[in-house]
């Protein structure tokens, strides 16, 4: 528990920053390899209605989202802080398998920059 709170912490001025600049938020954070399955799984994301945040564990073979029906968006087009939380937490259910998760996209803004792992 100790280590997601740290984990947190550590990405608030990324989401203070995210919901100032979402489409610019994501061309200073480095590359990362994600696998094929994530992708395709990206692609969903981005095919749902008001997609919110993408998120992506350390070793890339693992993600979630979360995207917002229409009538219920608390922040508009962009995440809330806590949504971006929220999002992470669920993800991070499989950290001891496969590490911690960062964002990969806000919105329907450019991704993070990615290579492919298999």
């Avoid at 912490?9 to 994530?38: R, Y």
Wanted: with cysteine.
């Amino acid at each position: 528990m100790g280590r997601r709170l740290l984990l947190l912490l550590a990405f608030l001025p990324l989401l203070a920053g995210c919901q100032a600049s979402s489409s610019h938020s994501m061309d200073n954070l480095p590359e990362i390899g994600i696998s094929n399955a994530v992708l395709n799984y990206y692609g969903k994301y981005r095919d749902t209605i008001n997609p919110l945040v993408f998120v992506v564990s350390q070793d890339g073979y693992w993600a979630a989202y979360r995207y917002c029906d229409g009538h219920k968006c608390q922040g508009g087009a962009l995440p809330t802080s806590r949504e971006i939380s929220d999002t992470i937490a669920s993800c991070n259910e499989a950290e001891a398998v496969h590490g911690p998760c960062f964002v990969f996209a806000l919105g329907l803004g450019a991704p993070r920059k990615y290579h492919l792992i298999d």
